[in-house]
């Protein structure tokens, strides 16, 4: 018998006591009557006394099955991986366009711990993981870039029957999709981190890409960039402003002692040239092409349209998986990067990467929302109208673009609508 129960009885005793004693004066039936009903009131109070502990054990029981229930949700949510063995292929290769880097994170952090790396096709592959847990097949990432001799990732993705998907960008996809079509399924980042950049100091009037088209700077960007002849047949820039020269060296800029603009990443350029560039050392402004107007997405997993039937069953198992690995990689990204500065460490060339860059990169992607929901709930998820005006701004600028609307270069049908950030 529990207090609270052994309360109750001492309560109904002394009730019991005193009207005892109101009685000890009556007559011998009162007395015998009343003899009766002390054992009535025993029998009474034993009941309500089984009764109250029948209550206790009952909610007891209720607690125990508000528990199991509670224990259950919570298995739910955090229901094992699925298992990828049956509906993909025992090594899914994803093909990127450059060298390891944080704007990469979401598919790093796919790999597990148990991961290889082959310096010299420059691939780093292991288990395939969700929220830490094994689906049962490899998840191999490879190296884009001078890794592929700089040819496009649909082309190579094509040339090649060990690799299933590969990075599209929306300008990539429009321009060659008459010869290698690619599919983007998913979009682990909402805005394309790349930018233009210029010097605060030495052009104090610039506040944004329009503004260095009116102060007729020149532009130093990578030849063959889709965006310059698109700022330029909308009037943002000159053609004669634009030089095409760009290498990725920092030698053109600090030469030119700030006097030029440049193109680059926003979420590594302006840590390495404060930071690493020795001869620049101080901030630099920037502003995002998708702020200028050219929305593209970067860097979505796109899959081979003939192999989209093929693949079905495993995209609809695969998407969710780097939908939560976006979350999960921006929440905590340390695990993910440790494998990214590793693999640089191990390919051993031109391209480095530290603990310091890779924490800036992802804090800036958090700031400026490269990474994030958009404009709902779901991370990954692709908006036609972006890609539909991309198109049409390519087709202003008299590229040669193929006969296509935005849904033919992508598809929401394997996104989960209920994983976001």
């Given at each position: 018998m529990n207090a609270k129960t052994l309360l109750r009885l001492l309560a109904?005793?002394?009730a019991f006591g005193l009207l005892a004693a109101a009685c000890s004066d009556s007559s011998s039936d009162s007395d015998e009557t009343d003899a009766s009903a002390d054992e009535s009131s025993d029998d009474s109070m034993e009941d309500d006394e089984d009764s109250m502990e029948d209550d206790e054990d009952s909610m007891e029981d209720d607690e125990d099955s508000m528990e199991d229930d509670e224990d259950s949700m919570e298995d739910?949510?955090?229901?094992?991986?699925?298992?990828?063995?049956?509906v993909c292929p025992a090594t899914l290769s994803l093909q990127t366009d450059w060298f390891p880097e944080a704007e990469h994170?979401?598919?790093?952090n796919m790999i597990g711990d148990d991961y290889t790396i082959d310096g010299d096709n420059m691939i780093v592959s292991g288990p395939l993981v969700?929220?830490?847990?094994?689906t049962g097949i490899v998840w191999e990432v490879r190296t884009g870039g001078p890794a592929i001799g700089f040819s496009p990732v649909a082309a190579h993705v094509y040339a090649?029957?060990?690799?299933?998907?590969?990075?599209a960008n929306t300008e990539a996809q429009a321009l060659q999709f008459a010869d290698t079509p690619m599919i983007s399924v998913v979009a682990p980042l909402e805005k394309n981190p790349q930018m233009i950049m210029w010097d605060p100091e030495t052009l104090p009037d610039v506040n944004g890409i329009a503004d260095l088209g009116k102060a007729g700077t020149t532009i130093n960007v990578f030849g063959g960039g889709v965006f310059s002849e698109v700022f330029v047949a909308q009037g943002i820039w000159s053609e004669d402003q634009v030089d095409p020269s760009y290498d990725g060296s920092p030698a053109a800029f600090v030469s030119a002692d700030g006097s030029i603009a440049q193109q680059?990443?926003?979420?590594?350029?302006?840590?390495?040239?404060?930071n690493e560039v020795e001869s620049w050392g101080k901030d630099v402004e920037f502003e995002l092409l998708h702020d200028a107007g050219f929305e593209v997405y970067a860097a979505t997993i796109g899959v081979r349209a003939d192999l989209m039937e093929e693949l079905d069953e495993c995209l609809t198992e695969l998407v969710p998986i780097i939908q939560k690995s976006t979350v999960s990689y921006y929440a905590d990204p340390d695990r993910a990067n440790a494998i990214i500065i590793d693999a640089v460490e191990t390919f051993d060339s031109f391209w480095v990467y530290n603990?310091?860059?890779a924490a800036f990169s992802v804090e800036t992607q958090n700031e400026l929302d490269l990474a994030s929901n958009g404009d709902n709930?779901?991370?990954?998820d692709i908006d036609a109208d972006r890609i539909q005006r991309v198109i049409d701004s390519m087709t202003g600028a008299n590229m040669d673009v193929a006969d296509i609307t935005a849904e033919d270069i992508f598809t929401n049908k394997y996104i989960d609508e209920s994983i976001g950030f």
């Open positions: 109904l005793l002394a739910e949510e955090h229901a094992g991986a699925p298992d990828l063995s049956e994170g979401a598919v790093y969700s929220e830490g847990e094994d090649s029957d060990d690799i299933q998907l590969g990075y680059g990443f926003a979420s590594a350029e302006p840590y390495v040239y404060k603990a310091d860059l709930d779901t991370v990954g």
